[in-house]
């Protein structure tokens, strides 16, 4: 799958109200990677032993970022495949 298309079968998921577009995503995002950040910070608290399925966790929230960001993008009228490469 690349960029573009998994940015379609996002947007196909979003449910929210027009007048909400590019706002609601933006709130979206910002508390899916301060999800992101306190999976991280239990990681320095409590050690990787007691967090053994930290690698699951994490990329579970960051694909909940990918969601946000390609359902923003999208609200915006970019193609996340273009912001990708504008950003490497």
Not at 37 to 60: F, H, P, Q
Request: hydrophobic share 40%; glycine share 6%.
């Amino acid at each position: 799958m690349n960029f573009n298309e998994y940015q379609k079968l996002a947007k196909s998921t979003a449910i929210y109200d027009e007048k909400h577009a590019v706002l609601y995503p933006a709130l979206g995002l910002a508390g899916e990677a301060g999800e992101v950040a306190n999976k991280v910070k239990k990681l320095i608290r409590d050690g990787y032993e007691k967090n053994k399925n930290y690698r699951e966790e994490i990329s579970s929230e960051i694909g909940d970022v990918l969601w946000y960001c390609a359902v923003l993008a999208d609200d915006i009228g970019c193609k996340l495949s273009d912001i990708a490469q504008r950003n490497v």
